[in-house]
């Protein structure tokens, strides 16, 4: 409804002595943290008119969540991220094309579902993480070297039960195919300094304290780190450079945070312009900023800290390959004793 018919609904309603109807309103599950995403909501509920009731909490919770309310689920969008997630809504089936001119124009293919039913809102890079000093660069080239003899106990990464080495592996799978990916892993498991622990920022500061030369981690948790509050995690932040893998080939390892229409929305027209507002040019600088994240769309500026870090080739998958590859990929890191 736009906001002058919106505007004569009411009025009209006052004149009449009907209840007012109801403004224009949008629900959305995230799994975001609600600093991350809250302020460009309230933005554009200032811009429309149209409120935005925001439920937070963790992607297999709100999954959960969708599923068991079905048709009755209040929810209008889920907001996510890692497109292994995005995947999942999709194929549990609380999820509907997302029409719209504008994001298709907007955001490239391969952060878009094929069929429409989410698109990427930040993209987010996992390269390779050395620490200075103690690995020449040029000794680096791809994700697939780091299972050659030369980084015998020299690796750390987190566990195979997160989605993110889920879909790094899936990639993998896209790439080399199963066999050879199975072969990698095995190289790759025997190469870590120690048993997978921790999260991304952990693996960073085992590498800063001397665990290990080489992590694999998001970027975005290392620019956390550089430019948040805690003078030991900047310090070790500052220790780690970042090397851009695959060059060569395919490209970084690269994922998404993104936006999914439920099958339940009733708010359909709001959400889609809800999303396409998320994917806006002024938008996209803020939402991806603000977790140290990369846009999206080409023409919007990176923070500081990311252009640090230099431009990157970013693998061209579609990502929705990575959703299609996930149970493979998790058997295979299983198989392979990926803890
Ligand atoms: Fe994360």
Same mark, same amino acid.
């Given at each position: 409804m736009n906001a002058i018919f919106r505007t004569f609904v009411v009025a009209a309603a006052l004149i009449l002595g009907l209840? @007012? !109807? /109801?403004a224009d309103e949008v629900n959305v599950y995230s799994s975001r943290k609600e600093e991350l995403i809250k302020p460009l909501l309230d933005r554009f509920t200032a811009q429309t008119g149209i409120a935005v009731n925001l439920v937070t909490g963790k992607e297999d919770a709100l999954l959960q969540r969708l599923k068991s309310e079905g048709a009755n689920s209040p929810a209008d969008l889920l907001v996510t991220t890692d497109a292994g997630n995005l995947y999942r809504a999709k194929a549990a089936g609380v999820t509907q094309p997302l029409v719209s001119d504008a994001l298709s124009t907007a955001i490239p293919a391969v952060f878009r579902d094929p069929e429409g039913h989410w698109v990427g809102l930040t993209m987010r890079a996992r390269p390779i993480l050395y !620490?200075?000093?103690k690995v020449d660069p040029a000794t680096l080239s791809t994700y697939e070297a780091l299972a050659g003899p030369d980084f015998k106990g020299r690796i750390c990464v987190r566990s195979s039960d997160n989605i993110y080495n889920q879909s790094l592996v899936a990639s993998l799978i896209a790439a080399n195919g199963e066999a050879a990916t199975e072969t990698w892993a095995r190289g790759l498991v025997a190469n870590l300094a120690r048993p997978p622990k921790g999260g991304d920022r952990d693996q960073i500061k085992a590498a800063a304290a001397g665990e290990c030369d080489i992590a694999i981690a998001n970027t975005y948790y290392l @620019?956390?780190?550089? =430019?948040?509050?805690? *003078?030991? %995690? #900047? =310090? @070790? /932040?500052?220790?780690? /450079?970042?090397?851009? *893998? +695959?060059? %060569?080939? #395919?490209? =970084?390892?690269? +994922?998404v945070s993104g936006a999914a229409l439920t099958a339940a929305a009733k708010h359909k027209n709001a959400a889609v312009q809800l999303v396409e507002f998320l994917a806006s040019p002024e938008s996209q600088q803020w939402y991806a900023q603000e977790n140290g994240e990369y846009p999206v769309r080409d023409g919007v500026a990176v923070s500081a800290t990311l252009t640090a870090w230099g431009p990157f080739k970013a693998d061209s998958l579609n990502l929705a390959r990575l959703g299609e590859l996930n149970a493979p990929a998790v058997k295979l890191m299983d198989r392979a004793g990926w803890k």
């Open positions: 209840p @007012a !109807v /109801a !620490v200075k000093g @620019a956390g780190m550089l =430019t948040g509050k805690d *003078p030991a %995690d #900047r =310090t @070790a /932040a500052e220790s780690v /450079a970042v090397f851009w *893998p +695959n060059q %060569d080939g #395919r490209g =970084t390892h690269v +994922n």
